[in-house]
Nanobody, 116 residues
Framework: QVQLVESGGGLVQAGGSLRLRCAASRGISKINSMAWYRQAPGKQREWVAEISGDSIDYADFVTGRFTVSRDNAKTTIYLQMSSLKPEDTAVYFC???????????WGQGTQVTVSS
């Protein structure tokens, strides 16, 4: 069974940066497509960004501030977050891209907290 592991979250001041990491501990040998999602307290999980093949896409609320990338071995994807805002505070998860057909089991996510 696929197991996704997110890491890299933390507490940062507004305007700061963090780099999140997503890796599959088992079940996926190469990551061709994957997306980042986030869930803030009391809110529904929302799509943030994704890399699918050579295509990259972002939600409007992170465009210009976040960058998604993948390592050359296609075993890890990253989310570089800059100019962070308090409203970016959420637990961040990785999972299938929007074009995918099957959801992987959700990982624990990584908490990002942005203080004002």
């Amino acid at each position: 069974q696929v197991q996704l592991v997110e890491s890299g979250g933390g507490l940062v001041q507004a305007g700061g940066s963090l780099r999140l990491r997503c890796a599959a501990s088992r079940g996926i040998s190469k990551i061709n497509s994957m997306a980042w999602y986030r869930q803030a307290p009391g809110k529904q999980r929302e799509w943030v960004a994704e890399i699918s093949g050579d295509s990259i896409d972002y939600a409007d609320f992170v465009t210009g501030r976040f960058t998604v990338s993948r390592d050359n071995a296609k075993t890890t994807i990253y989310l570089q977050m800059s100019s962070l805002k308090p409203e970016d505070t959420a637990v961040y998860f990785c999972n299938r891209a929007r074009s995918g057909s099957i959801w992987y089991p959700w990982g624990q996510g990584t908490q990002v907290t942005v203080s004002s």
